[in-house]
């Protein structure tokens, strides 16, 4: 039987791996809730909170194959199946990024085992926002995201103590609570995104040329997975990042472009305002947030335009208010393009 390596691992992370390796990494997760002594580590912290991740995929795999919904907390009749085998993985993860663990290999059973107390079992949430309008979400920790159309994430109800680490497919904005002691982790692919407070915007579609990371407020460290080298000379594998900078990361050259501090069209809509208003109709109200987010707002029932609005928002963003707007006149919005389209009943003179 093949031996479980670093080299195997990262090849794993990667997804490089044979389908017989990919079942020997798979059968090695389920063999953690045995023993063995300490041999030393085979990764290091940033690659097992990598593979804490994957693991985390392949669990939403296997109960997506049972049939079942880990999204908002819904569990169907055959869960109880898949409930022994997520505790054992969810445990074996946990291991591999506990302090002090060590990654073991027994001689005698030729199999892999970690020696630790079994962790409290973490639920997994995965939430996907299939809707043509902005998806926000609060987070344990204080967070709260913003998720664009067509993008989804998967995160830990409750995060642990060294860390909190996300994975994003698609486009979302993070406005991180700051916690010196646990740095916030967004995997996106081949990028990591990094800080301990501050908001940003994350670009990162499957089917896009390149990732982009955008920076609104405090500091953030970007950087390309440590398994992967550059494949330009000098390309750097971490950049930093102050507010009004944005970094790509270029999928086929694997390397990130840095740009210097400029205006951010991505980040315009996050920026925080403060408007009141008192019987204003709904059209003056979307041609003032139109000029203060720099956006194009249209109706398409134009008896909207005749809805009258008394509102007081307060240090809100464009999604918020959006939000706060449809609701109040009975309507919805959707973002298409670089537009956005109020529809609803509206109101008749």
């Known amino acids: 039987m093949k031996r479980i ?9 990667q997804g490089k791996c044979t389908p017989e390796e990919n079942e020997l990494v798979n059968d090695w997760y389920t063999s953690f809730d045995e023993s ?3 041999d030393g580590r085979l990764l290091d912290l940033e690659q097992r909170e990598q593979l804490k991740q994957k693991m985390l995929l ?3 795999d296997n109960l997506a194959a049972a049939g079942q919904s ?10 109880r199946s898949v409930a022994s085998t997520l505790y054992k993985v969810a445990a074996a993860v ?6 002090g663990v060590g990654i073991l290999y027994n001689k005698n059973k030729n199999n892999l085992q970690a020696t630790a107390p079994v962790p409290k079992r973490t639920s997994i949430t995965a939430l996907s926002n299939t809707t043509q309008s902005i998806l926000r979400q609060d987070l344990s920790d204080g967070t709260i995201v913003w998720l664009k159309p067509n993008s989804s994430i998967e995160y830990p109800d409750i995060f642990n103590e060294a860390s909190r680490t996300i994975q994003l497919k698609g486009e979302a904005f993070f406005d991180v609570a700051r916690d010196e002691q646990r740095p916030f982790i967004v995997t996106t692919g081949n990028v ?3 800080v301990l407070g501050t908001s940003f915007n994350i670009k990162a579609y499957n089917n896009a040329s390149t990732i982009e990371v955008s920076v609104m407020s405090g500091k953030v460290a970007v950087q390309m997975n440590p398994t ?3 494949a330009v000379p000098d390309s750097p594998e971490e950049v930093f990042l102050t507010p009004n900078e944005r970094v790509t990361y270029v999928k086929s050259e694997n390397r990130l472009l840095k740009e210097a501090p400029l205006q951010l069209p991505e980040l315009s809509m996050w920026q925080l305002t403060t408007i009141e208003y008192d019987n204003v109709p709904v059209e003056r109200v979307l041609r003032m947030l139109e000029k203060k987010f720099n956006v194009s707002i249209q109706v398409r029932n134009t008896n909207l335009n005749n809805c009258l609005i008394r509102a007081d928002f307060t240090n809100q963003n464009l999604a918020d208010i959006l939000e706060m707007l449809s609701r ?3 309507a919805t919005y959707e973002l298409n393009d670089n537009i956005i389209y109020l529809d609803g009943a509206g109101c008749v003179n």
Do not use: C, F, H
Not at 5 to 11: A, D, V, W, Y
Not at 70 to 79: D, E, L, M, R, T
């Open 94 to 99: 946990t291991l591999l990024v506990a302090a």
């Open 192 to 194: 990591i995104t990094k």
């Open 58 to 60: 392949q669990i939403r």
């Open 228 to 230: 992967d080298a550059p």
């Open 36 to 38: 063995a002594d300490d």
């Open 328 to 330: 109040s006149i009975e």
């Open 5 to 13: 390596t670093p080299e195997l691992l990262q090849k794993y992370l």
């Open 70 to 79: 880990i999204a908002n907390g819904k569990k169907q009749s055959k869960y």
